[in-house]
């Protein structure tokens, strides 16, 4: 923040993640700016193309692709219920199963690919292996291994069925949940790694930490903590059944809803930092924002935005139960599902998703469900010719310097917003900002980088 006249201002060193474009600078927090609504409830969680695109399925048996701005690109129909979530590959190809026991890959163009039936009913969401494969869970017992080209290359067969979806680590063990109460980890040639018992079902879909600790819910109440080799790390207690799938936050908290109608915030050491309470039952999956505000959907119809430390931002009352998680694009706008058959677009603060190992349901706004291999040094976003001891006077000159880091020579442009609206641009190093006779007030600075790949990346405030 920027505060004239007096104001002590300090160099902030800040990260840049990866986020998919959309649009809209102009509303506060809070204000709905479109829904969207189809022919039945929707329990997809919302997943975001590159350029924009919003794909999600609904119970009307339609995955639907949406632009930015709400309007419809197209839908393509499957033969039952999806409250799956789609997953956009690297190609473009979404993947998509649903209740007809069919996985289906579509292209960008709403066109089909190829079909494949791995066995039953799918309601869990895929995972996409570091060699394009597709890992799919169905509900009676199955994992299945799918090859690119859409023909099965192994099944592994649970204990119970499957609800929980699967995520691939850094070793490439395919992790999940399964309801005879144990979760597993299945090596890449389709063979058990090994199987930790929980003790109660589990249909949480994992998240994984930056130490590589995988994290799950089950409905014995409990948030369970493993390490890489499946040895119990730690577990906190909730008080009722936990259907919602964890998120990781700033400073790597955890955040999870329960059927005990709160949110729960527990740090790195399974401590309890906070929870928010909510009239209804938390099973919709958290996203965490970059300016750390958690946002998540209720049992109660309403819509929640909460600060990072536990205090209320605003929230939205829609027609139905909200289940389905949400998901953040880098401009600033949250998308979800409701029960009411329509799809919200909503102005929040975060300009994009936490730079964190797992900030929302499936670990990215694509749902790819697996490690991020690509390693990016953070950039930043300097205040330059100041310094701790000076305090500026209106009116003042402010320069915002964008420095990438090593191996973000990628960069072609990087926008300059003033809270979120955009005051410049610089489409070359040093990619540099001056702004001039700057009046007395409180100001909030971002940054947001455009790469040649055409993904972009954005800085906290300062």
Known sequence: MLNFPKLKLRLWAVCLWLAAYSFSWAQSPGTVLWTFETGDVIQSSPALAPDGTIYFGSHDGRLYALNPDGSKKWEFRTLANIPSSPVVAKDGTIYIASLDKMLYAITPEGRIKWLIAPGSAIAATPALGAGGEIYVATAFNRLCAIHPAGSKKWDFNAGGNLVSSPLVNAQGLICFGCQDGKFYAVKPDGSVEWAFTAGDKINSSPALGSDETLYFGSFGGKLHAIHPDGSSKWEYETGNSIRSSPAIGLGGAIYIGSDDGKLHAVSPEGNLRWTYPTSGEVRSSPAV???????????????????????????????????????????????????????????????????TSWPMFRGDAQHAGKVDTRQTTAARLQLIHLDDSI??????????FASPGAGDADIEQV????????????????????QTNISAGVFSYRARAKFTSGKTAQSPAV
């Open 391 to 400: 305090q500026l006077t209106p009116p003042a000159i402010i320069r915002l």
């Open 289 to 355: 924002g970059a300016d750390g505000v958690v946002y998540f959907g209720s049992y109660d119809d309403t819509f929640h935005a909460v600060s990072g430390n536990g205090q209320g931002r605003w929230k939205i009352s829609t027609e139905g139960a909200i289940t389905a998680s949400p998901v953040i694009d880098a401009n600033g706008v949250v998308y979800f599902g409701s029960w009411d058959k329509k799809l919200y677009a909503v102005k929040c603060s975060s300009l994009g998703l936490a730079q």
């Open 415 to 434: 926008e300059f917003f003033q809270g979120t609206n955009k005051v410049g641009e610089a489409s070359s190093a040093p990619f540099t900002l001056i």
